[in-house]
């Protein structure tokens, strides 16, 4: 079981970094908000990062609550993460100009621009499906309806993180 879940949670990491975007979902007071960010992963310190702007609302909705979901997905390969963790949002100079790369030149001219802060997530759990692909999972569904039976559409699971 032990080699399994770290399986499992191996493949939660592996699934993250092969998508590389995800929606950043926050509170707005009662209602969730979704964007998408680019992540950049550092599972060693168990660490999901995104660059982020002072200017924007979401760094104003994680202070009032840092609970957050991260939603990973690939539909044309049918692979999809779900994270829940808690988010904190920093002025680390030194993180921001690590992070700052091609997806960051888009937003912003230099890694110097100060408006960057970095948003870091501590994951507390993840759920992710891993389908075989969308061709395979379609043929898959229609001989399940001709069957009768329901169809195997690979792996989901739930990990901590």
Request: aromatic share 8%; hydrophobic share 40%; proline share 4%.
């Given at each position: ?64 609550n840092p609970g957050i979901n991260l939603s990973f997905a690939n539909a044309s390969d049918q692979k999809y993460v779900s ?70 559409l690979g792996d989901n699971r739930k990990v901590a993180l």
């Open positions: 079981m032990a080699n399994d879940n770290a399986r499992d949670v191996d493949r939660a990491w592996e699934l993250m970094k092969k998508i590389g975007f995800a929606m950043l979902v926050t509170h707005d007071g009662d209602k969730l908000r979704a964007r998408p960010m680019s992540a950049y992963l550092e599972r060693d310190t168990n660490a999901i990062y995104f660059l982020t702007d002072a200017r924007r609302h979401k760094d104003e909705e994680i202070a009032r994270v829940t963790g808690t988010a904190v949002v920093s002025n680390d100079r030194g993180k921001i100009k690590q992070l700052f790369s091609t997806p960051a030149k888009a937003w912003w001219n230099s890694a110097d621009d100060p408006n960057i802060r970095v948003l870091k997530i501590t994951p507390d759990d993840a759920e992710f499906w891993d389908a075989p692909g969308a061709v395979i999972s379609y043929v898959k569904m229609a001989a399940a309806a001709v069957t009768g039976s329901r169809p195997d």
